[in-house]
């Protein structure tokens, strides 16, 4: 049996084969269009999403698997960990969170730690994967419940998004509903920082806009770790291997956006999700 393990939702972005290789338990969201309700990376694909997303004329929406859910991935658990850490979804954007502490009520005999990562997409994926790599090592609860509140100040994410008009329908920034029009036809640069969506610059074109991306990426200083994300941008190896020019090639972890985040900013978006050094 092994000390801890680790229990995420699908927004973590985490890739299928570290996961496996970890141990990690995904718990899937949902995506919703054309009155279809489907999970995650179980009932829709990635590259099915974006394929269908071209085609909607009504922007998808979304939703936070059920508690029972939850209850379900923390009982398999039982027998199997002593303790499960679930690294989830920020409590600001989503409510992941809740229904994850609704679903661990139902497991008594488990003891569950939940975790606000503050964070969405690699930003908590860099955090879930850290706290497994300390899992699988043989720490215990309280060293990667620290390791966690080390970790969370020096993650970085920031992106380039294709336009706003999806960002604008989700309701979940403020600024973007009062500034869509002002924004029209320009690149918006943001910053997610303690939960909080921030809008940081305004760019013309894709090209200046990655440029920008780039150089925001540099002035991070030195990093231990940097994945680039992307909502099906036809241009996310070009943007790896000029981030190549600041970090080692061969470490840069790349990942597709999932539906849930998808849906919410668009299609053709490009960031990054660094650790800075401590």
């Known amino acids: 049996m092994q000390r801890v393990r680790i229990?995420?939702?699908s927004t973590a972005d985490v890739p299928a084969d570290i996961a496996e290789r970890l141990g990690i338990v995904v718990v899937p969201a949902y995506v919703q269009f054309d009155g279809k309700s489907l999970r995650d990376g179980d009932q829709i694909s990635?590259?099915?999403?974006?394929?269908?997303?071209?085609?909607?004329?009504?922007p998808p929406t979304t939703a936070v698997p059920p508690a029972e859910e939850f209850a379900a991935a923390f009982r398999s658990l039982v027998g199997q960990a002593e303790e499960v850490i679930a690294?989830?979804?920020?409590?600001?954007?989503s409510g992941m969170y809740n229904a994850a502490w609704?679903?661990?009520?139902?497991v008594p005999?488990?003891?569950?730690?939940l975790v606000d990562s503050r964070q969405l997409a690699m930003g908590l994926g860099w955090q879930v994967i850290t706290a497994a790599e300390a899992a699988a090592e043989g720490m215990g609860s309280e060293e990667i419940l620290a390791l966690l509140a080390d970790l969370q100040p020096r993650i970085r994410v920031l992106?380039?998004?294709d336009g706003l008009d999806h960002l604008q329908h989700s309701g979940r920034v403020e600024?973007?509903?009062?500034?869509?029009?002002?924004?029209?036809?320009?690149?918006?640069?943001?910053?997610?920082?303690d939960g909080e969506v921030i809008l940081t610059g305004r760019v013309r074109t894709r090209r200046r806009a990655v440029e920008r991306l780039v150089e925001m990426t540099a002035a991070l200083g030195p990093l231990e770790?940097?994945?680039?994300?992307?909502?099906?941008a036809s241009d996310v190896e070009m943007f790896r291997r000029r981030l190549g020019e600041i970090f080692p090639l061969d470490q840069i972890l790349v990942t597709q956006v999932g539906p849930v985040v998808g849906a919410h900013i668009g299609p053709h978006a490009l960031g990054v999700a660094a650790i800075t050094a401590a």
């Open 109 to 113: 005999e488990l003891k569950i730690h």
């Open 225 to 232: 770790r940097l994945a680039v994300m992307h909502s099906a």
């Open 87 to 93: 690294i989830l979804l920020s409590t600001t954007l």
């Open 159 to 161: 992106a380039m998004l």
């Open 175 to 193: 600024w973007a509903r009062a500034m869509a029009v002002r924004l029209l036809r320009i690149k918006p640069l943001i910053e997610v920082r």
């Open 7 to 9: 229990l995420t939702d």
């Open 102 to 106: 609704l679903g661990s009520r139902e």
């Open 46 to 58: 990635r590259e099915e999403f974006y394929r269908l997303l071209r085609t909607l004329k009504k």
